[in-house]
């Protein structure tokens, strides 16, 4: 099993960026998928979650309305398009499955 983020960066406040996690090593179209992200010096904290066909998504009210989890099944891969972004936002971004597995996380920074 294997979760592998990547599309972090350097962005401006205001800006976006995309982030995406590739999936291989399990049925990737029947598993929950979720965002998770930690800031320097804080915990965990949930971002979005995705039920396995993408039809229904879940997102932390501190996020809601800026970003949007989307899949696409045929290409085992989870996405993260993130718009309006915050000083705030600033953390290690984590994609997850709901069996469990974890990938090793991409950093976003946003400043100026």
């Known amino acids: 099993v294997q979760l592998v983020e990547s599309g972090g960066g350097l962005v401006q406040p205001g800006g976006p960026l995309r982030l995406s996690c590739a999936a291989s090593g399990f049925s990737f179209r029947d598993y929950y998928m979720s965002w998770v992200r930690q800031a320097p010096g804080k915990g965990l904290e949930w971002v979005s979650e995705?039920?396995?066909?993408?039809?229904?998504?879940y997102y932390a009210d501190s996020v809601k309305g800026r970003f949007t989890a989307s899949r696409d099944n045929a290409k085992n891969t989870l996405y993260l398009q993130m718009n309006s972004l915050k000083p705030e936002d600033t953390a290690l971004y984590y994609c997850?499955?709901?069996?469990?597995?974890w990938g090793q996380g991409t950093q976003v920074t946003v400043s100026s």
């Open positions: 997850a499955a709901s069996h469990g597995s």
């Open positions: 995705i039920n396995s066909g993408g039809g229904s998504t």
